[in-house]
């Protein structure tokens, strides 16, 4: 069977077009693409927060190393880090916080959830 160059388009279309793993779809917001409309809608309020001087030195996608890449039997290994949805200071206690919005937790996040605890001492807060 032969299917013409509009449908073979189709096809390929859709195939890109597949759903997300675990059902988010991603949101670009004033030029900033979020993993998801949670998030988004987490950062509008980080950022009301801001303005209003309840918190500080609000951050998106800050990259905490957890183990520096290394080469064994010349190979290169990459390092292993973690992204951090939101990071920020609050002003009335000076406490740095690291939050990640999550819908679904994996075997790898648990995994980097406590290294970057036992190697930062700082708790992730999960919203």
Do not use: P, W
Request: hydrophobic share 30%; glycine share 4%; with cysteine.
């Amino acid at each position: 069977m032969r299917i013409s160059e509009a449908q073979y388009q189709q096809m390929l279309n859709n195939k890109l077009a597949k759903k997300s793993k675990y059902g988010n779809k991603k949101v670009v917001f004033n030029g900033i693409k979020f993993d998801s409309a949670k998030e988004r809608n987490y950062y509008l309020k980080f950022q009301l927060m801001e303005q209003a001087g309840i918190i500080k030195d609000l951050e998106l996608q800050k990259k905490f190393i957890l183990q520096k890449g290394y080469t064994i039997n010349d190979k290169k290994r990459r390092e292993i880090s973690y992204k951090a949805d939101f990071c920020y200071v609050t002003t009335k206690d000076d406490k740095y916080h690291v939050i990640d919005v999550k819908g679904f937790r994996t075997d790898v996040y648990k995994l980097k959830k406590k290294l970057f605890e036992y190697k930062y001492g700082i708790e992730i807060e999960e919203l």
